[in-house]
Nanobody, 114 residues
Framework: QVQLVESGGGWVQPGGSLRLSCAASGFVFSRYAMSWHRQVPGKERELVALITRFTNNTEYADFVKGRFTISRDNTKNMLYLQMNNLQPEDTAVYFC???????WGQGTQVTVSS
């Protein structure tokens, strides 16, 4: 059974940091690009970051460049998103996805407020 399970969300003050994790199972993790997306109620889900298979090239949305870092550990079937200097506008449900969205996790809530 193909499964993605996110963790690491929570509440943080502006300027703070969080690290999201995504545990993958049921497929050969190293053979797929992986991505993070986020969604705010009433808005479309948007790509945050993507990391390719094999070469680990990365792609970021303009609104997170320089603040967020996507990484993966193929030995553990894990995907990560390090989020620094979080701002209130980063508040959203964050989703892990295989490739650009062929399989989705259940999401983890990130809330940034003072």
């Amino acid at each position: 059974q193909v499964q993605l399970v996110e963790s690491g969300g929570g509440w943080v003050q502006p300027g703070g940091s969080l690290r999201l994790s995504c545990a993958a199972s049921g497929f050969v993790f190293s053979r797929y690009a992986m991505s993070w997306h986020r969604q705010v109620p009433g808005k479309e889900r948007e790509l945050v970051a993507l990391i390719t298979r094999f070469t680990n090239n990365t792609e970021y949305a303009d609104f997170v460049k320089g603040r967020f870092t996507i990484s993966r550990d193929n030995t553990k079937n894990m995907l990560y998103l390090q989020m620094n200097n979080l701002q209130p506008e980063d508040t959203a449900v964050y989703f892990c996805a295989r490739s650009r969205g062929t399989v989705w996790g259940q999401g983890t809530q990130v809330t940034v407020s003072s």
